[in-house]
């Protein structure tokens, strides 16, 4: 798909509010359907959006014997109700989101290209604005307080399944540059930006299942020019990568 086409369709998603994975409709909101197989899924594939998902169908999908693929919406509040919900319902041994996201630093993590993270924090929680923000951490306030069923406290940040840069997540995706450079020295290493990675993540440190996620690079933090973002070479490469970690999963579960 060229970029006009790409443009064009990003822009008409927008506009009828697929982005969260609902219709625009002017009815009351249904309650989400949750399918709940017979046999438990190994794996819960959540996918933030409808767009992202058909992205990602049009690559060839991913199988269902290796996952159960389930929208968790966008932002930071419905995807961790929603993931929180599926756990609870589904009850996987673990748990992956696949999407796509923006690169603070294109040099090292480039279009088209597909990132697993070790790390995820949260921008935007806690108190003041620029230079005055602080975080829970230096507030004082974990945003949760730990149980003694062994979910520890939260404060800033969470550790993910597997190895790789930091990704931070965001309640509204950085606007120009500047906002950019400022939350890349508030949270320095971070490799990508997203807004639905620490919400997943939070739900399943609390039901302590274990989390990867993976991100397309789509777009340069801080550029809201729809015309030159790549969603569907991200997603492409998010689709690769995905599926390579299931496969692993899939072949290491097989082994004695």
Known sequence: ???????????????????????????????????????????????????????????????????????????????????????????PREVMLVGIAGSYDLGQYPLASALSFGRVAVDGVGAGDCADFRGPRELGFPQWPGDEGGA???????????????????SAAAGDAQMAERRAQRFPGAAAEDMEGFAVALACHLAQVPLHIVRGISNQVGDRDHGSWRIAAALEAAHRAGLARLEELHNGSQNP
């Open 152 to 170: 520890g406290p939260v404060y800033e940040e969470l550790k993910l399944d597997g190895s790789g840069p930091l990704l931070l997540t965001v």
């Open 1 to 91: 798909m060229d970029s006009e086409s790409e443009h064009s369709s990003f822009e008409r998603t927008e506009k009828i509010g697929y982005l969260s994975g609902t219709p625009a409709r002017s009815s009351a909101t249904k309650r989400p359907n949750i399918q709940v197989n017979s046999s438990k899924p190994r794996t819960l594939l959540l996918v933030p959006t409808a767009l992202e998902r058909a992205r990602l169908e049009d690559c060839g999908g991913f199988p269902p014997e290796l996952a159960q693929v389930e929208l968790c919406g966008f932002g930071l509040i419905a995807p961790a109700a929603r993931t929180a919900a599926l756990i609870a319902s589904l009850e």
